[in-house]
């Protein structure tokens, strides 16, 4: 009689909740629990993927905006005054110094 009482004291308390019926009435919650875990990953993937979107697109309009900077500023140099007139001078253009004169419109009925 000690050596029964001894192996049901001496049994592993966890032996009994893990048996082969505990697991299949658990399936469904294992395969929710496996659904889930997919879905965290997938979503970890996901949020990665848009960080670097977000991160290249940064940097691309960053340069965007150092070029439109460079191109102003090009354009405003050339639009001074100077600059025109040393443009126009291989076309043969010079800047008149005569005082313009108004055209007078002839009216023909």
């Known amino acids: 009689m000690a050596e029964e009482t001894k192996n049901t004291?001496?049994?592993n308390p966890l032996k009994g909740m893990f048996n082969y019926q505990w697991i299949v009435k658990n399936i469904p919650f294992f395969l929710f629990l496996s659904v889930l875990a997919v879905l965290y990953i997938a979503n970890g993937h996901r949020s990665d993927k848009t960080i670097r979107r977000i991160n290249n697109t940064s940097s691309e309009l960053k340069e965007l905006?150092?070029?439109?900077?460079?191109?102003?500023?090009?354009?405003?140099f050339r639009?001074?005054?100077a600059q025109i007139v040393k443009a126009a001078e291989p076309l043969g253009l010079k800047v008149s110094r005569d005082?313009?004169?108004?055209?007078?419109?002839?009216?023909t009925n």
């Open 9 to 11: 004291t001496g049994k």
């Open 65 to 76: 905006q150092y070029e439109y900077k460079t191109l102003k500023s090009e354009v405003m």
């Open 79 to 81: 639009s001074q005054e």
């Open 99 to 107: 005082m313009p004169e108004r055209l007078k419109r002839i009216h």
